[in-house]
């Protein structure tokens, strides 16, 4: 490795502890002013949370780039960018880094929605005594669609509440001892049974609107649909004509647009739940992200294969 190749890093590097000492770090989270010569660049860590231009904004002029890093675990936003990588180039996500946080966000909007307490916050804003009986998480059929680290994780949150079944469905069928990863073309049958579906995958053209008009048709009358994946996972005209009839039920952290914006109907639909994205956004974050940027910035320094390697630029 030559000497004085650059690392840009969305986290100050002084407050990640120790680096390898061979590589030249600076500190850019998406501000208008680069802190260095992009073209020294050889491993970029991409400002988190800070949009799709932000975060390509530098690419073109970084030629002797070898690593687009991502904290986030889903990469579309970057996929638009990989053609104009230089030959050889990989694009890393973020592993299981946000596995923990946004299984807690997602078990936390299926009790809240089940439990309506988005309803039992209302009356009390208004000093009003309004108890009901709710369904409870027991007993309950779940489907997880996408299990990776994050359907992983929220399988393994959802178990100590006794659900009656977990059944899982991904990109591909697969079986591992007893677990039983279902493909999509299995959906049709697995939908009519889950009274809450929970959607862990990543957004890719294979899921882009997969959840649409005939997906939630399948869905039981009363389920509950949770999203914790993409927005652009749901076709929203078709979950919106869903909830506004009442039949079906939805718990989302993202949305399709998003933000969402002032006004739009998803605010007001009934038996809607919505957070603003921040399913990896807790105090889980910080101290895992900088573990996973040591890990990866020491194997780079070493010559050793990184992890987490998505797609490269060929």
Same mark, same amino acid.
């Given at each position: ?49 800070? /949009? ?21 675990? /889903? ?36 009790? &809240? ?9 209302? &009356? ?55 677990? @039983?990863?279902? /493909? ?11 009274? @809450? ?8 053209? &294979?899921?882009?609107?997969? @959840? ?76 895992? &992200? ?25």
């Amino acid at each position: 490795m030559t000497t004085a190749e650059d690392v840009w890093l969305p986290l100050p590097p002084e407050e990640l502890g120790p680096l390898p000492p061979e590589l030249t770090y600076h500190y850019w989270n998406g501000e208008e002013e680069y802190p260095a010569d992009p073209a020294r660049c050889v491993f970029y860590v991409v400002p988190y949370m800070k /949009g799709q231009r932000t975060a390509v904004r530098p690419l073109p002029d970084m030629p002797r780039l070898r690593v687009v890093h991502t904290l986030t675990a /889903g990469v579309d936003h970057m996929l638009p960018a990989l053609g104009t990588l230089p030959a050889g180039a990989v694009l890393c996500n973020a592993g299981d880094l946000h596995s923990t946080s946004t299984a807690e966000l997602a078990l936390a909007l299926t009790l &809240a929605a089940l439990r309506d307490i988005p309803g039992a916050v209302r &009356a009390q804003d208004e000093g009003r005594w309004d108890p009901a009986v709710c369904p409870s998480l027991a007993d309950r059929r779940v489907l997880i669609v996408g299990y990776g680290g994050i359907g992983r994780a929220v399988e393994a949150r959802l178990r100590p509440f006794e659900p009656a079944a977990v059944e899982r469905s991904a990109g591909r069928a697969r079986r591992t001892g007893d677990t @039983v990863v279902h /493909g999509p073309e299995s959906l049709p049958g697995l939908l009519p049974r889950a009274e @809450v579906v929970i959607l862990c995958t990543p957004l890719t053209e &294979a899921t882009r609107g997969m @959840v649409d008009a005939e997906f939630l048709a399948r869905m039981r009358d009363g389920a509950l649909l949770v999203n914790v994946a993409r927005g652009a996972v749901v076709d929203t005209e078709a979950l919106l004509a869903e909830v506004t009839s009442g039949r079906l039920r939805a718990a989302l952290d993202v949305t399709d647009p998003e933000p969402l914006p002032a006004g739009h109907p998803l605010w007001r639909a009934p038996g809607v739940l919505i957070t603003p994205h921040v399913g990896g956004a807790s105090s889980a974050f910080r101290p895992r &992200a900088e573990r996973l940027l040591r890990g990866q910035l020491g194997r780079f320094a070493a010559g050793e294969p990184l992890r987490h390697v998505v797609a490269d630029a060929g």
